[in-house]
């Protein structure tokens, strides 16, 4: 069964803060768009050197949400792109539509 | 303990804030999204602390250890543990953190900051200035001088805040820095192989691909020190 995004980490870390919760989910909600609409382009411009650098910013996003697997094929990833190979791209693409899901419904 | 925090992520920088609210006595006095503008800040504003992503597009967390001048002690937060070793042989890196970091981890790294503010050391401190530049190194340990002969030392190795000189039958030490100790030792007779290691080369057994043999101490040797080695060895 697939992994789902979900928020035990951000809520380990407020230890209650519902503040920091909120503060944190509009940090996620306006960074991640953004960096995927970049990956994409980079990808689609033959660009992985700079797609790499998106894929280890949103990585770093995947952690946070729960998404163990998902982080580790970002590693993965991220450095075969350095190597010119797109080969997890699918695998990739479907991690991101789950947190874009993810990221609207608790909009 | 006043800090700051150097990363171009946002959600990872508001993470280590909401973290440090768990430390007593942490206070973070800013947020920096680039190493430059952190640099900038560093020019007329001391800290204790700095948290620094290692991975930052133009100048990266590596590139501002190397710019920053007096640095404070620095705890690096990264996805990348490789950089993160790589980086961790300067004495005032503290820790590493690999994100996301746990509050777990946290709460260690705040010990390891703790010892390292308050250490109290188990001998006393600072190398003395008075010495016989040509044959003897004097080292105050509990107010008492100690005299070390020179080519009686074989390693010094940096240790956080401390060094440790070895010499064929004791080891002692000592709150200093090797770049301290380097200004006061021969180089007719020492040399700095890598950024934690000088070694006394005339005590050199052999060497082998990226280290040296002293006694039963094999101690790495960095790829920018090699040639000057190489260079000071009387090779056949």
């Given at each position: 069964m697939a992994e789902t995004p979900n928020l035990d980490y951000i809520k380990e870390i407020s230890g209650g803060n519902e503040e920091f919760e909120k503060k944190f989910l509009t940090i996620i909600q306006t960074e991640f768009p953004k960096e995927k609409n970049d990956y994409i382009e980079y990808l689609e411009s033959e660009n992985l050197e700079e797609s790499a650098k998106i894929v280890h910013k949103i990585k770093h996003k995947l952690g946070i949400l729960g998404l163990t697997n998902g982080y580790k094929l970002a590693v993965k990833f991220e450095e075969d792109l350095k190597y010119g190979d797109t080969k997890l791209k699918e695998e990739f693409h479907e991690i991101l539509q789950s947190v874009e899901e993810f990221i609207l419904k608790i909009a | 303990m006043r800090c700051i925090i150097v990363d171009d992520e946002s959600s990872a920088r508001a993470i280590v804030v909401e973290l440090c609210k768990t430390i007593p006595n942490m206070e973070v006095v800013a947020e920096f999204p680039n190493a430059l503008e952190a640099l900038k800040f560093l020019k007329h504003t001391s800290v204790d602390l700095i948290f620094l992503d290692i991975h930052m597009p133009k100048l990266t967390g590596v590139d501002f250890i190397e710019m920053v001048t007096d640095p404070p002690k620095i705890v690096l937060t990264t996805s990348d543990k490789d950089f993160a070793i790589e980086a961790y042989?300067?004495?005032?890196?503290?820790d590493y953190l690999v994100k996301p970091i746990t509050q777990e981890r946290f709460q260690k790294c705040a010990t390891k900051l703790e010892n390292a503010f308050n250490k109290l050391p188990l001998e006393k401190v600072e190398t003395n200035t008075g010495l016989n530049e040509d044959e003897d190194l004097y080292i105050n340990i509990d107010r008492r001088l100690i005299k070390l002969k020179f080519r009686d030392i074989q390693i010094i190795e940096a240790q956080g805040d401390y060094i440790e000189i070895k010499t064929q039958k004791e080891r002692y030490r000592v709150h200093s820095t090797l770049k301290k100790i380097k200004e006061k030792l021969p180089e007719s007779r020492f040399l700095q192989?890598?950024?934690s290691f000088i070694i006394?080369?005339?005590?050199?057994i052999d060497i082998q691909d990226n280290s040296v043999l002293i006694e039963r101490n094999v101690i790495p040797i960095s790829r920018s020190n090699r040639p000057e080695l190489m260079q000071r060895l009387n090779l056949l």
């Amino acid at each position: 069964m697939a992994e789902t995004p979900n928020l035990d980490y951000i809520k380990e870390i407020s230890g209650g803060n519902e503040e920091f919760e909120k503060k944190f989910l509009t940090i996620i909600q306006t960074e991640f768009p953004k960096e995927k609409n970049d990956y994409i382009e980079y990808l689609e411009s033959e660009n992985l050197e700079e797609s790499a650098k998106i894929v280890h910013k949103i990585k770093h996003k995947l952690g946070i949400l729960g998404l163990t697997n998902g982080y580790k094929l970002a590693v993965k990833f991220e450095e075969d792109l350095k190597y010119g190979d797109t080969k997890l791209k699918e695998e990739f693409h479907e991690i991101l539509q789950s947190v874009e899901e993810f990221i609207l419904k608790i909009a | 303990m006043r800090c700051i925090i150097v990363d171009d992520e946002s959600s990872a920088r508001a993470i280590v804030v909401e973290l440090c609210k768990t430390i007593p006595n942490m206070e973070v006095v800013a947020e920096f999204p680039n190493a430059l503008e952190a640099l900038k800040f560093l020019k007329h504003t001391s800290v204790d602390l700095i948290f620094l992503d290692i991975h930052m597009p133009k100048l990266t967390g590596v590139d501002f250890i190397e710019m920053v001048t007096d640095p404070p002690k620095i705890v690096l937060t990264t996805s990348d543990k490789d950089f993160a070793i790589e980086a961790y042989g300067y004495e005032f890196i503290v820790d590493y953190l690999v994100k996301p970091i746990t509050q777990e981890r946290f709460q260690k790294c705040a010990t390891k900051l703790e010892n390292a503010f308050n250490k109290l050391p188990l001998e006393k401190v600072e190398t003395n200035t008075g010495l016989n530049e040509d044959e003897d190194l004097y080292i105050n340990i509990d107010r008492r001088l100690i005299k070390l002969k020179f080519r009686d030392i074989q390693i010094i190795e940096a240790q956080g805040d401390y060094i440790e000189i070895k010499t064929q039958k004791e080891r002692y030490r000592v709150h200093s820095t090797l770049k301290k100790i380097k200004e006061k030792l021969p180089e007719s007779r020492f040399l700095q192989i890598h950024r934690s290691f000088i070694i006394n080369f005339t005590q050199i057994i052999d060497i082998q691909d990226n280290s040296v043999l002293i006694e039963r101490n094999v101690i790495p040797i960095s790829r920018s020190n090699r040639p000057e080695l190489m260079q000071r060895l009387n090779l056949l």
